[in-house]
């Protein structure tokens, strides 16, 4: 099993970027994907969550109404779209992927990681 995140990069503060996990050696329609978060010196915390239909989300209060998380299924890739970027979004962001298809924020809970992608955003 292979989750590669990508589109990560330097922003400004009030802008945006597009995050994407692509699966490989998984039923990707069958697990619910998320996103963590860990920012230097900080413990990994959870961002948000998407079923494998995509009818149901979850979000941290700090990204609701910032973030989106979306799937596409027939590509077999997960995303985060996040706006108006703050300091405090800095982080190394990490999909995961759960076979049991919770929305749980529980790390322990989910079977396969990501390596990361960094965003940092500037003032």
């Known amino acids: 099993v292979n989750l590669v995140e990508s589109g990560g990069g330097l922003v400004q503060a009030g802008g945006s970027l597009r995050l994407s996990c692509a699966a490989s050696g998984l039923t990707f329609s069958t697990y619910a994907m998320s996103w963590f978060r860990q920012a230097p010196g900080k413990e990994r915390e959870f961002v948000a969550a998407?079923?494998?239909?995509?009818?149901?989300?979850r979000y941290a209060d700090s990204v609701k109404g910032r973030f989106t998380i979306s799937r596409d299924n027939a590509k077999n890739t997960v995303y985060l779209q996040m706006n108006s970027l703050k300091l405090e979004d800095t982080s190394i962001y990490y999909c995961?992927?759960?076979?049991?298809?919770?929305?749980?924020?529980?790390?322990?809970?989910?079977?396969?990681w990501g390596q990361g992608t960094q965003v940092t955003v500037s003032s």
């Open positions: 998407i079923l494998w239909s995509g009818r149901s989300t």
């Open positions: 995961a992927a759960d076979l049991s298809n919770g929305l749980t924020s529980i790390e322990a809970d989910y079977d396969y």
